[in-house]
């Protein structure tokens, strides 16, 4: 790691300027309604599955297995656009990621609302995927580089806590309005977002190294060195049981209520609005906490601690209550979330990991690695089941995540209060 001798913008900010001013800036606000857009976006096909599929003449069985086709055409396209977003973000700024990635999902879910077809809809959700890789990823970054180091876990709580909310109007919207006026509203709301990123200024830290002759974005780089890659690969899989909870055990709520002995329809909009109300105070709580503890993780080893108790609960409410009900199963969406809501912390961690000329590349594609591994854990789901059961097949699934994660925190650096003013010696 080279030293790089320049001023950090988190260190102007402390000059002149109050503790909420430095917390609320331009790049939080923006960063966080961006995400607030992104999140919308990223879940609205979950919660409009059922409805979306009939519409299109889907009907039985194949309404979970087209869902689960439809939810993993979105996981790959984020997989190639967190590799595309992030390299982009270390060569030409982290402001390059915040135009780019909302006009390519913003338009493809305006498309959405034309779908005719399970092919149509699967390319469209691919590329959908593609652009919203890159929001989360540029947001943290930027944050992370333009604020003061002791307090940048406020503005990473922020960013995530707000736009996590974005799942609630999801909700709202897709209860109010057919499905596809949904996905409509949802490429509206990032069009317009494009107006407030003119007022954002690129971060200190890039814009100081960005005319230097260093290798900047270098993805493969993350491979080719052996403490690198193992620092990288903690970082992505500390993080999977959260799509582990949102992807498989909340996305599929209606038909693990079925196998709960729930008598009554559970909606998988509304199990999915619950647990992100709960990721939403988690992601405000664990960043809230880690400044107080002043540890990064000790936060992320109580909360995948609390995570599994939550799992163990919500699969065995079949056997707790005698008359399980669809208010049962929406109470542990919300538990399953709020033990989930690591998130923002989580992508931290990943940010302050790496030096300004990776960074962008990591914090980008980190997040979508996660919620790619939902596509092998999807496939070891439905493996599992035949044999396992429903429940039996996603107590397998959930507890592989917990244990690879518990693994990859047990290496992990602790990085609150890290000076990230540094370049990666690749």
Do not use: H
């Amino acid at each position: 790691m080279n030293p790089v001798n320049t001023q950090s913008s988190g260190n102007a900010m402390q000059e002149g300027k109050g503790f909420s001013s430095s917390i609320f800036n331009a790049a939080v606000i923006v960063a966080a309604l961006g995400y607030f857009v992104d999140i919308y976006d990223l879940v609205l096909f979950s919660i409009v599955r059922v409805p979306s599929l009939k519409g299109l003449g889907v009907a039985g069985g194949q309404l979970m297995s087209d869902g689960l086709f439809l939810i993993n055409m979105q996981m790959f396209g984020m997989l190639v656009g967190g590799v595309f977003w992030g390299i982009l973000g270390d060569k030409k700024g982290r402001l390059s990621i915040l135009f780019g990635s909302i006009i390519t999902y913003s338009l493809a879910n305006i498309a959405n609302g034309f779908v005719t077809s399970i092919e149509m809809y699967a390319a469209l959700r691919f590329i959908a995927g593609i652009g919203l890789a890159g929001e989360l990823g540029a947001g943290i970054t930027l944050v992370v580089e333009v604020m003061p180091k002791e307090i940048r876990g406020y503005g990473t709580m922020i960013v995530a806590g707000v736009g996590v909310s974005g799942a609630v109007l999801a909700y709202y919207v897709a209860e109010m309005f057919d499905w596809r006026n949904a996905y409509f509203i949802g490429g509206g709301l990032g069009l317009a977002l494009l107006v407030l990123r003119i007022g954002v200024y690129e971060s200190g830290m890039f814009s100081n190294i960005k005319d230097e002759k260093t290798n900047r974005g270098d993805f493969f780089s993350l491979f080719t060195d052996r403490k690198r890659f193992v620092r990288y690969i903690r970082c992505v899989l500390v993080g999977a049981p959260l799509w582990v909870v949102v992807g498989i055990l909340v996305t599929f709520s209606p038909e693990f209520a079925v196998a709960m002995g729930v008598s009554e329809v559970v909606s998988g909009g509304r199990a999915i609005m619950f647990c992100y109300v709960g990721i939403t105070l988690g992601d405000f709580f664990t960043g809230y906490l880690s400044q107080r503890l002043q540890s990064r993780k000790k936060v992320l080893f109580t909360f995948l601690v609390f995570d599994s108790l939550c799992i163990a609960a919500y699969f065995l409410i079949g056997k707790v209550f005698a008359m399980p009900t669809a208010n049962t199963v929406y109470f542990a969406a919300l538990m399953l979330g709020l033990s989930s809501g690591y998130w923002a912390i989580f992508v931290t961690v990943a940010a302050e990991q790496f030096g300004t000329n990776l960074r962008a590349t990591v914090a980008t594609t980190a997040p979508n690695f996660v919620r790619g591994s939902l596509v092998p854990m999807t496939w070891l789901f439905r493996m599992f089941t035949p044999g396992l059961g429903l429940i039996g097949a996603g107590v397998a699934v959930s507890a592989l995540a917990m244990v690879i994660a518990f693994i990859c925190l047990w290496g992990l650096e602790e990085t609150f209060g890290k000076e990230l003013n540094y370049l990666e010696t690749i």
